[in-house]
Protein backbone atom coordinates (compact mmCIF):
# COMPACT_ATOMS: atom_id res chain seq x y z
CA UNK A 1 0.00 0.00 0.00
CA UNK A 2 1.50 3.40 -0.74
CA UNK A 3 0.20 6.99 0.03
CA UNK A 4 -3.33 7.20 2.63
CA UNK A 5 -5.73 4.49 2.37
CA UNK A 6 -8.87 4.47 4.28
CA UNK A 7 -11.35 1.80 4.98
CA UNK A 8 -14.12 1.08 4.32
CA UNK A 9 -14.97 3.10 1.21
CA UNK A 10 -18.74 3.01 2.06
CA UNK A 11 -20.59 2.70 5.33
CA UNK A 12 -24.34 2.53 5.91
CA UNK A 13 -25.59 3.13 9.20
CA UNK A 14 -28.68 3.20 11.35
CA UNK A 15 -29.01 6.10 13.93
CA UNK A 16 -28.40 3.62 16.95
CA UNK A 17 -24.70 1.56 16.00
CA UNK A 18 -21.84 2.09 16.51
CA UNK A 19 -18.84 2.23 13.57
CA UNK A 20 -15.52 2.97 13.39
CA UNK A 21 -13.73 4.58 10.52
CA UNK A 22 -9.88 3.68 9.60
CA UNK A 23 -7.28 5.62 8.28
CA UNK A 24 -3.71 4.61 7.70
CA UNK A 25 -0.81 6.57 6.03
CA UNK A 26 2.23 5.09 4.50
CA UNK A 27 4.55 8.73 3.85
CA UNK A 28 5.75 8.34 7.14
CA UNK A 29 4.32 11.84 8.01
CA UNK A 30 3.47 12.62 11.50
CA UNK A 31 0.23 14.63 11.91
CA UNK A 32 -2.67 13.37 10.55
CA UNK A 33 -6.36 14.95 9.76
CA UNK A 34 -9.85 14.29 9.51
CA UNK A 35 -11.88 15.97 7.88
CA UNK A 36 -16.19 16.11 6.66
CA UNK A 37 -17.01 17.00 3.22
CA UNK A 38 -20.46 17.61 1.95
CA UNK A 39 -22.28 18.38 -0.89
CA UNK A 40 -21.93 22.41 -1.73
CA UNK A 41 -20.15 22.84 1.38
CA UNK A 42 -16.09 23.67 1.82
CA UNK A 43 -13.59 20.65 3.36
CA UNK A 44 -14.20 21.10 6.87
CA UNK A 45 -11.53 20.15 9.78
CA UNK A 46 -12.51 18.08 12.37
CA UNK A 47 -9.90 17.00 14.51
CA UNK A 48 -5.68 17.19 14.02
CA UNK A 49 -3.29 14.95 15.69
CA UNK A 50 0.08 15.99 15.64
CA UNK A 51 3.03 13.13 17.10
CA UNK A 52 -0.11 11.03 18.37
CA UNK A 53 -1.55 14.51 20.47
CA UNK A 54 -4.75 15.63 19.70
CA UNK A 55 -3.99 19.41 18.77
CA UNK A 56 -7.18 20.46 17.37
CA UNK A 57 -11.00 19.70 17.57
CA UNK A 58 -12.89 21.76 15.59
CA UNK A 59 -16.05 21.64 17.61
CA UNK A 60 -16.82 18.32 16.76
CA UNK A 61 -20.07 16.67 18.50
CA UNK A 62 -18.69 14.26 20.99
CA UNK A 63 -20.85 11.36 18.45
CA UNK A 64 -17.35 11.39 17.23
CA UNK A 65 -14.56 10.27 18.81
CA UNK A 66 -11.34 10.14 17.31
CA UNK A 67 -8.35 7.83 18.15
CA UNK A 68 -4.87 7.60 17.12
CA UNK A 69 -2.57 5.13 18.90
CA UNK A 70 0.30 5.49 16.34
CA UNK A 71 1.87 8.38 13.43
CA UNK A 72 0.51 5.84 10.71
CA UNK A 73 -3.00 4.97 12.42
CA UNK A 74 -5.97 6.95 12.88
CA UNK A 75 -9.42 6.08 13.69
CA UNK A 76 -12.83 7.55 13.89
CA UNK A 77 -15.72 6.02 15.98
CA UNK A 78 -19.23 7.01 15.22
CA UNK A 79 -21.92 6.06 17.48
CA UNK A 80 -26.00 7.84 17.47
CA UNK A 81 -24.93 9.97 14.46
CA UNK A 82 -27.60 11.81 12.69
CA UNK A 83 -28.88 11.58 9.14
CA UNK A 84 -26.93 15.14 8.78
CA UNK A 85 -23.70 13.64 9.47
CA UNK A 86 -23.93 11.48 6.28
CA UNK A 87 -21.17 13.19 3.86
CA UNK A 88 -17.63 11.76 2.82
CA UNK A 89 -14.99 11.36 5.13
CA UNK A 90 -11.49 11.95 4.33
CA UNK A 91 -8.53 11.56 5.95
CA UNK A 92 -5.08 13.32 5.45
CA UNK A 93 -1.61 13.36 7.08
CA UNK A 94 1.35 15.92 6.34
CA UNK A 95 5.08 16.35 7.69
CA UNK A 96 4.84 17.38 11.58
CA UNK A 97 2.75 20.31 12.60
CA UNK A 98 4.83 23.90 13.14
CA UNK A 99 7.27 23.11 10.52
CA UNK A 100 7.86 24.94 7.19
CA UNK A 101 4.26 24.72 5.84
CA UNK A 102 1.99 20.98 5.97
CA UNK A 103 1.28 19.88 2.53
CA UNK A 104 -1.82 17.63 3.35
CA UNK A 105 -1.93 14.14 1.77
CA UNK A 106 -5.74 12.67 1.21
CA UNK A 107 -6.71 9.43 1.47
CA UNK A 108 -9.70 8.30 -1.13
CA UNK A 109 -12.53 8.93 1.54
CA UNK A 110 -15.23 6.95 3.47
CA UNK A 111 -18.58 7.77 1.92
CA UNK A 112 -20.91 7.17 5.22
CA UNK A 113 -24.65 7.44 4.84
CA UNK A 114 -26.89 7.28 8.47
CA UNK A 115 -30.06 6.23 8.22
CA UNK B 1 -8.49 35.90 8.89
CA UNK B 2 -8.12 33.94 5.68
CA UNK B 3 -11.37 32.97 3.29
CA UNK B 4 -11.49 31.64 -0.74
CA UNK B 5 -14.11 32.20 -3.04
CA UNK B 6 -14.08 29.65 -6.23
CA UNK B 7 -16.48 31.67 -8.83
CA UNK B 8 -18.75 28.97 -10.81
CA UNK B 9 -19.84 25.89 -9.38
CA UNK B 10 -19.94 24.57 -12.42
CA UNK B 11 -17.81 24.90 -15.58
CA UNK B 12 -18.37 23.54 -19.07
CA UNK B 13 -15.83 23.21 -21.70
CA UNK B 14 -15.18 21.06 -24.84
CA UNK B 15 -12.56 19.29 -25.45
CA UNK B 16 -9.35 21.11 -26.74
CA UNK B 17 -10.61 24.55 -25.19
CA UNK B 18 -8.80 26.66 -22.83
CA UNK B 19 -9.80 25.91 -19.07
CA UNK B 20 -10.04 28.51 -16.57
CA UNK B 21 -11.16 28.31 -12.97
CA UNK B 22 -11.54 30.91 -10.77
CA UNK B 23 -10.25 31.36 -7.35
CA UNK B 24 -9.56 34.51 -5.60
CA UNK B 25 -8.67 34.36 -1.97
CA UNK B 26 -8.68 36.92 1.35
CA UNK B 27 -5.49 37.14 3.57
CA UNK B 28 -3.86 39.00 6.07
CA UNK B 29 -0.60 37.40 6.01
CA UNK B 30 1.25 36.70 2.71
CA UNK B 31 -1.04 33.19 1.23
CA UNK B 32 0.54 29.95 0.35
CA UNK B 33 -2.23 28.98 -2.46
CA UNK B 34 -3.04 25.23 -3.56
CA UNK B 35 -5.43 23.91 -5.99
CA UNK B 36 -6.47 20.32 -5.75
CA UNK B 37 -8.73 18.15 -8.07
CA UNK B 38 -10.83 15.33 -6.67
CA UNK B 39 -12.21 12.39 -9.60
CA UNK B 40 -15.05 10.87 -8.80
CA UNK B 41 -15.24 8.42 -5.06
CA UNK B 42 -11.57 9.25 -5.09
CA UNK B 43 -9.75 11.85 -2.55
CA UNK B 44 -8.24 15.23 -3.20
CA UNK B 45 -5.05 15.39 -5.22
CA UNK B 46 -2.81 18.28 -4.88
CA UNK B 47 -2.02 19.66 -8.31
CA UNK B 48 0.29 22.76 -7.68
CA UNK B 49 0.68 25.02 -4.98
CA UNK B 50 2.35 28.55 -4.63
CA UNK B 51 4.09 28.93 -1.15
CA UNK B 52 7.08 31.88 -2.18
CA UNK B 53 9.38 32.87 -5.22
CA UNK B 54 7.68 32.59 -8.74
CA UNK B 55 4.14 33.27 -9.61
CA UNK B 56 3.24 31.12 -12.17
CA UNK B 57 3.31 27.95 -10.59
CA UNK B 58 3.53 24.53 -12.85
CA UNK B 59 1.55 21.55 -11.76
CA UNK B 60 0.71 18.32 -12.72
CA UNK B 61 -1.49 17.13 -16.13
CA UNK B 62 -0.46 20.20 -17.86
CA UNK B 63 -2.32 22.74 -15.39
CA UNK B 64 -1.02 26.05 -14.17
CA UNK B 65 -1.78 28.70 -11.79
CA UNK B 66 -0.87 31.79 -11.51
CA UNK B 67 -0.40 33.97 -8.04
CA UNK B 68 -1.80 38.24 -8.70
CA UNK B 69 -1.04 39.95 -5.04
CA UNK B 70 -3.07 42.92 -6.56
CA UNK B 71 -6.08 41.12 -7.67
CA UNK B 72 -6.01 38.70 -4.77
CA UNK B 73 -6.66 35.56 -7.33
CA UNK B 74 -5.28 32.43 -7.88
CA UNK B 75 -7.29 30.88 -11.29
CA UNK B 76 -5.70 27.69 -12.88
CA UNK B 77 -5.42 27.32 -16.66
CA UNK B 78 -4.58 24.46 -18.91
CA UNK B 79 -4.46 25.47 -22.22
CA UNK B 80 -6.82 22.08 -23.90
CA UNK B 81 -9.13 20.40 -22.03
CA UNK B 82 -8.90 16.88 -22.12
CA UNK B 83 -12.22 14.40 -21.29
CA UNK B 84 -9.63 13.18 -18.06
CA UNK B 85 -10.11 16.49 -16.65
CA UNK B 86 -13.51 16.04 -15.38
CA UNK B 87 -13.30 16.24 -12.34
CA UNK B 88 -13.92 18.49 -8.90
CA UNK B 89 -11.56 21.39 -8.07
CA UNK B 90 -10.46 22.41 -5.05
CA UNK B 91 -8.76 25.95 -4.44
CA UNK B 92 -7.16 26.47 -0.67
CA UNK B 93 -5.14 29.30 1.38
CA UNK B 94 -3.28 29.17 3.99
CA UNK B 95 -0.95 31.47 6.21
CA UNK B 96 1.48 28.16 6.23
CA UNK B 97 0.25 26.41 8.66
CA UNK B 98 -1.77 23.09 8.69
CA UNK B 99 -5.14 25.05 8.75
CA UNK B 100 -6.27 25.03 4.91
CA UNK B 101 -9.37 26.76 4.24
CA UNK B 102 -10.62 25.18 0.99
CA UNK B 103 -13.25 26.79 -1.30
CA UNK B 104 -16.72 25.52 -2.06
CA UNK B 105 -15.09 23.47 -5.21
CA UNK B 106 -15.99 23.76 -8.89
CA UNK B 107 -17.10 21.06 -10.92
CA UNK B 108 -15.69 20.81 -14.31
CA UNK B 109 -17.52 18.95 -17.40
CA UNK B 110 -15.30 18.20 -20.58
CA UNK B 111 -17.66 18.18 -23.47
CA UNK B 112 -16.87 16.01 -26.85
Known amino acids: ETGVTQTPRHLVMGMTNKKSLKCEQH?????MYWYKQSAKKPLELMFV???????ENNSVPSRFSPECPNSSHLFLHLHTLQPEDSALYLC??????????????FGPGTRLTVL | AQSVTQLGSHVSVSEGALVLLRCNYS??????LFWYVQYPNQGLQLLLK??????LVKGINGFEAEFKKSETSFHLTKPSAHMSDAAEYFC??????????FGTGTRLKVLA
Open chain 2, 92 to 101: AVSSGTYKYI
Open chain 2, 50 to 55: YTTGAT
Open chain 1, 49 to 55: YNFKEQT
Open chain 1, 27 to 31: LGHNA
Open chain 1, 92 to 105: ASSHPIGGTYNEQF
Open chain 2, 27 to 32: SSVPPY
